[in-house]
């Protein structure tokens, strides 16, 4: 089999077990939001109230994307907004309480389901697959630096 068929295989395999993941964790959450948008819930969590161009700038959603999720997880309760008391203009989104709880049910249900996957692993493999993965990162890393 040739280089080219061996990274199609795999571009395949890794598309599949996401999918598989992604439709086991939207069955078991609560909440009717994705990925993406729980990865906006963490960082607002991470880094406290936050204005949507910082979301922008540090998760590279487009402005559109950061204010359709920021209006989902505001008529979930999730997230609410603030305003600067010096400039009312300035607008913060900041995580609820019921946000939190959400936040942590999906990393419940992540670390499940990844913990399931791995399970058939030995340690020499998954120490291997750990190794292989932080390759490939740093290389889109360096990737990403030689781009800009």
Do not use: C, W
Request: charged share 30%; aromatic share 8%; hydrophobic share 35%.
């Amino acid at each position: 089999m040739d280089s080219y068929n061996n990274i199609f295989n795999l571009t395949h395999m890794i598309q599949q077990i996401t999918n598989e993941n992604i439709v086991r964790f939207t069955n078991e959450f609560s909440y009717p939001i994705g990925i993406s948008t729980i990865v906006v819930l963490a960082e607002i969590e991470a880094r406290g109230p936050l204005k949507q161009i910082d979301l922008t700038e540090a998760l590279g959603y487009s402005k559109s994307t950061i204010t359709n999720m920021a209006e989902k997880l505001v008529k979930l309760d999730l997230i609410e907004r603030t305003y600067d008391k010096g400039d009312r203009r300035t607008v913060y989104l900041r995580i609820t309480n019921k946000g939190i709880e959400a936040r942590k049910e999906a990393e419940a249900i992540g670390e499940k389901i990844h913990t399931e996957l791995f399970s058939i692993l030995s340690e020499e493999e998954l120490t291997n697959y750990i190794e292989i993965q932080k390759k490939l990162l740093a290389n889109i890393s360096d990737n990403k630096k030689l781009s800009f």
